[in-house]
């Protein structure tokens, strides 16, 4: 059993900052790669960006250069920094684990264990 809790959703103003923490509990993987997704209300849920467990990041080009995607693996933790923020932006953010694999998965159905979401709001 593996459950993972978001963190740190809020109400911004457009140029803001927010800080999302994702923390897995219930099992340890010696490899496994963490992703985040979002997705806007009438909209799919859209892949934002993925860790592997040594570091290796992608980025949807929607948000390079604003995100910044980490983790702690001490902590069974990854971290989503998100700056200038935009309305956009706005949606509920999932986390997402994958074990047991090397390169950071991009699609919904590769990974494993989902979180249940933290809302992000953001004003113009």
């Known amino acids: 059993q593996v459950q993972l809790l978001e963190s740190g959703g809020g109400l911004v103003q457009a140029g803001g900052s927010l800080r999302l923490s994702c923390a897995a509990s219930g099992r340890t993987f010696s490899r496994y790669a963490m992703g985040w997704f979002r997705q806007a209300p009438g909209k799919e849920r859209e892949f934002v960006t993925a860790i592997s467990w040594i570091g290796y990041t992608r980025y949807a080009d929607s948000v390079k250069g604003r995100f910044t995607n980490s983790r702690d693996n001490a902590k069974a933790t990854v971290y989503l920094q998100m700056n200038s923020l935009k309305p956009e932006d706005t949606a509920v953010y999932y986390c997402?684990?994958?074990?047991?694999?090397?390169?950071?998965?991009?699609?919904?159905?590769?990974?494993?264990?989902w979180g249940q979401g933290t809302q992000v709001t953001v004003s113009s």
């Open positions: 997402a684990l994958r074990a047991s694999v090397e390169s950071p998965p991009t699609t919904e159905i590769q990974y494993d264990y």
